[in-house]
């Protein structure tokens, strides 16, 4: 008779540890899915415009690498991130017509943790989620983010618009 109240008690504790583990795991997205359902979201959770910019607009491959390798750093500040003041999404183009494309890929493998943290973080995140949702952008081909400290934001992706 004990074995079997004991053995009851133990599958209810299972049980409720597992129910709170998944809840736990799943509020981060019922947030983002509350946040979502305003009716202009970028303008609402953003608080400014999301730009998008063209392969032409990049300045220097250099700038790219340099945030490649900032990834870590940027994941941290995506996840505090509550303000923006302005919100660039920089297209770089299809690998095969990216110049300086072997060290972008150099940069991606040598930080391939980080930009996995950073792409994690988007994803946790109302703000990112929201103004790269907006523009049908899939965070899976994010590579890098620039956050400046007056809240400037700058988004880099593998990708043609």
């Known amino acids: ?3 079997k109240i004991s053995h009851n008690a133990s599958q209810w504790l ?4 597992m129910l709170t583990a998944f809840l736990l795991t799943a509020m981060p997205a019922v947030q983002t899915t509350a946040q979502t359902m305003s009716e202009d979201k970028t303008e609402t959770i953003v608080g400014s415009e999301v730009k998008e ?3 032409a607009d990049i300045r220097s ?5 340099a945030a490649i390798g900032q990834a870590g750093d940027a994941a941290e500040k995506i996840l ?3 303000n923006v003041e302005s919100f660039d999404i920089q297209f770089l183009g299809e690998p095969e017509t990216i ?3 072997k060290q972008i890929e150099t940069a991606i493998a040598d930080n391939e943790s980080a930009v996995a943290d950073m792409r994690h ?3 946790g995140s109302a703000v990112f989620y929201n103004a790269l949702d907006s523009h049908a952008v899939d965070i899976d081909k994010v590579v890098a983010a620039q956050i400046t400290e007056d809240g400037a934001v700058t988004v880099y992706l593998l990708a043609s618009k």
């Open 1 to 3: 008779m004990i074995d």
């Open 14 to 17: 299972l049980h409720t540890t």
């Open 53 to 55: 910019k063209s392969p």
């Open 61 to 65: 491959v250099d700038t790219v690498i």
């Open 80 to 82: 505090l991130l509550v």
């Open 99 to 101: 110049d300086g494309y």
């Open 121 to 123: 973080a988007m994803k």
